[in-house]
């Protein structure tokens, strides 16, 4: 399987500032996808990040509040942008990178709080 | 759409006796199905998954699922529990089917388990 290197794994920040998270994968992906875990929550995702082209944001999530960027087939970024409290929760990013047969590896997550 | 509904969202048992853990999905095809485990402050790790091989499932730990289409369910259990399985669990379904390529997963509520010394 995919190792996944994700940091930083915790950062406490200031409201309306940013935080750029970085996931760096040991081999080549098609598909990088980050994931909010929200207090007590489960997983949701944010977007679906394909090298070359622009992120797709699901439903409740835009571009400016969480740009991303896929430089190329082994690194991803994630921005919070302007945080606010509500933005506290666990980001996590994700890969399909598998041993066969399928499977899906997950970063260790960074652990946002904003204060 | 693809949605996965955990039964319960805590379970607890005492050390040593079977765990339970129940999901139900709802898809239009054949899915794929897995089980996550997080333990608190880790990251997820991947117990087992179904890809439409055998229904009966084995992943680590002496964990293990059986796919039942006609129920939908792919309910996660083990014989004996230990206090290290202590932790989160969350069944996680495929958007499409994964032969086609990378696809976004879709999560369940997560149940908590707790192990009774």
């Known amino acids: 399987s995919a190792v996944i290197s994700q940091k930083p794994s915790r950062d406490i920040c200031q409201r309306g500032t940013s935080l750029t998270i970085q996931c760096q994968v040991d081999?080549?992906?098609?598909?990088m996808f980050w994931y909010r875990q929200q207090p007590g929550q489960s997983l949701t995702l944010i977007a679906t990040?394909?090298?070359?082209?622009?992120?797709?944001?699901e439903s409740g999530f835009v571009i400016d509040k969480f740009p991303i960027s896929r430089p190329n087939l082994t690194f991803s970024t994630l921005t919070v942008s302007n945080m606010s409290p509500e933005d506290s929760s666990i980001y996590l990013c994700?890969?399909?990178?598998?041993?066969?047969?399928?499977?899906?590896?997950f970063g260790s997550g960074t652990r946002l709080t904003v204060v | 759409a693809q949605s996965v509904t955990q039964l319960d969202s805590h379970v607890s048992v005492s050390e040593g006796t079977p765990v339970l853990l129940r999901c139900n999905y709802s898809?239009?095809?054949?899915?794929?199905l897995f089980w996550y485990v997080q333990h608190p402050n880790k990251g997820l790790q991947l117990l087992l998954k179904?890809?439409?091989?055998?229904?009966l499932v084995k992943g680590i730990n002496g964990f293990e699922a059986e796919f039942k289409k006609s129920e939908t369910s792919f309910h996660l259990t083990k014989p004996s529990a230990h206090m290290s399985d202590a932790a989160e669990y969350f069944c996680?379904?495929?958007?499409?089917?994964?032969?086609?390529?990378?696809?976004?997963?879709?999560f369940g509520q997560g149940t908590r388990l707790t192990i009774n010394p």
């Open positions: 994700s890969t399909d990178r598998t041993g066969a047969p399928y499977g899906y590896t």
């Open positions: 081999s080549q992906v098609t598909m």
């Open positions: 990040a394909n090298q070359g082209s622009e992120a797709t944001y």
């Open positions: 898809s239009s095809y054949s899915p794929s």
């Open positions: 179904y890809t439409s091989a055998a229904t």
């Open positions: 996680v379904v495929s958007e499409h089917p994964i032969i086609q390529g990378a696809q976004k997963l879709v």
